[in-house]
């Protein structure tokens, strides 16, 4: 049996211009963090022959073509296994649809085992590239990249989307200080709301592709903003970085009306009463996970329990994508 493990991530600055319809024109950028919350996926050679998937779904079909699974029946395609025999499992310590990139770790997860499975190696710019061109080329979703390279990548990492799809990936230069400030005072809170990116992605996606002044001008701001909050970060300021989050926040909510609801806002504005500096929903918006900067943790996390919502208590990951068992 083979287990390959993806690290879920959040995003810290810049989210929204990985793309293909903004940054093949204006080139993106932004900071990810991986984070200790995984996708697991498993691989192994049953005794009989066909296609075994466990996941919310079971399935057992004969050829690639019968998969109900779309990044599964991508993935089996582009291995070219001549008589398939493989069982497929996924596990996940948080559940899709809640903003962490699961999409991405899944995909880096399964193509890494799969590839364990064949005896072959792949390298993280591989790993992340292959990923990318399953959801975004193959299965047409309106996805950025930054899932994919932040899982096959882990650590806290700079990303730049140039116009000619090629990304460059460097570490963010921050001190141990830093990182542990961010690691202590960055919270996250379930709002209990999940939701496909898609609709939401799929808006700002059409957006851009017209040229809509609007969302090119918002998402040139957010690109400033991810740049302001490496700067801020690299120079130790992590209250300026909590400010920038708030920043980003009131200009990704102008994105789509779908980014937020009453609830999120009356969240939202009980955390920046009660100890925030700034914060955002994290992902593509609409739920998931409120995601905090706090000047006082305790009386944050206090408030935001006694209004209902779930904390989930991270650190980060600087692994990435990994066979964890072979």
């Not at 390298?123 to 309106?142: F, G, N, S, V, Y």
């Not at 930054?146 to 963010?172: E, M, N, S, W």
């Not at 200009?251 to 009980?270: A, F, T």
Request: glycine share 10%; charged share 25%; hydrophobic share 40%.
């Amino acid at each position: 049996m083979i287990i390959a493990r993806s690290p879920l991530r959040v995003t810290l600055g810049g989210g929204g211009t990985d793309l293909p319809s903004y940054y093949r024109e204006h080139e993106g950028f932004l900071i990810a963090a991986a984070i200790d919350k995984y996708v697991y996926v498993t691989v192994m050679r049953p005794f009989t022959p066909g296609i075994f998937l466990k996941y919310s779904q079971l399935e057992n079909v004969p050829q690639p073509d019968d998969v109900k699974h779309p990044i599964v029946r991508e993935a089996l395609h582009i291995m070219k296994e001549p008589v398939p025999q493989v069982e497929i499992t996924t596990l996940a310590d948080i559940p899709s649809g809640t903003g962490l990139g699961s999409s991405g770790s899944f995909t880096t997860a399964l193509m890494k085992a799969l590839y364990m499975h064949h005896k072959k190696l792949i390298l993280p710019a591989e790993l992340a590239e292959l990923a990318c061109h399953i959801e975004i080329d193959r299965l047409k979703e309106p996805v950025g990249k930054q899932d994919q390279y932040i899982a096959a990548y882990g650590g806290i990492t700079c990303f730049t989307f140039c116009r000619d799809d090629k990304v460059q990936a460097r570490p963010l230069n921050i001190n141990s200080e830093t990182m542990f400030d961010l690691e202590d005072n960055l919270l996250l809170f379930f709002t209990g709301f999940s939701r496909s990116a898609g609709s939401i992605l799929k808006d700002q996606n059409t957006k851009t592709q017209q040229n809509n002044n609007d969302m090119i001008a918002n998402l040139n701001y957010v690109k400033d903003l991810g740049l302001r909050s490496q700067k801020a970060l690299e120079a130790g300021n992590a209250r300026e970085f909590g400010a920038l989050m708030h920043e980003h926040w009131e200009h990704k909510k102008k994105r789509s009306g779908g980014m937020s609801n009453p609830k999120i806002d009356e969240w939202y504005e009980l955390g920046m009463t009660s100890g925030a500096v700034g914060g955002k929903l994290v992902g593509a918006g609409g739920g998931g996970f409120l995601m905090f900067y706090a000047e006082d943790r305790n009386k944050l996390k206090h408030a935001m329990v006694k209004a209902g919502l779930e904390e989930v208590r991270f650190r980060f990951d600087f692994e990435g994508t990994k066979i964890v068992l072979n």
